[in-house]
């Protein structure tokens, strides 16, 4: 079993940044596709970030690409996304998603993954 804690969430302006972490306990974290998904109000949950167990390859919603970066630190068992030039419409709930399959394809489909956080709540104000 692997249990996800995601932080970092809170209220920022348009334009300004945050960073995200998840810390994952349990099994071994390094075999393991981490993902960041978000949900806003009314809509459905969609994916933003991946990154492979090595940390080599990493993949982006188009909307947060040169905007958003997803990091991993295996020593410590934790995930990131550090999110600048933040926007309104990047306000939802941001939830950590984990892999046991250290295939990285399908990287954005939601059912791959089998270990999620309760989520973190990211509020962009214009």
């Known amino acids: 079993q692997v249990q996800l804690v995601e932080s970092g969430g809170g209220l920022v302006q348009a334009g300004g940044s945050l960073r995200l972490s998840c810390a994952a306990s349990g099994r071994t974290f390094g075999v393991y596709v981490m993902a960041w998904f978000r949900q806003a109000p009314g809509k459905e949950r969609e994916f933003v970030a991946a990154?492979?167990?090595?940390?080599?390859?990493?993949d982006y919603l188009d909307s947060v690409k040169g905007r958003f970066t997803i990091s991993r630190d295996n020593a410590i068992n934790t995930v990131y996304l550090q999110m600048n030039s933040l926007k309104p419409d990047d306000t939802a709930v941001y939830y950590c998603a984990a892999d046991s399959d250290r295939n990285y394809s399908h990287y954005a489909t939601e059912s791959r993954y089998d270990y999620w956080g309760r989520g973190t709540q990211v509020t962009v104000s214009s």
């Open positions: 990154i492979s167990w090595s940390g080599y390859n990493t």
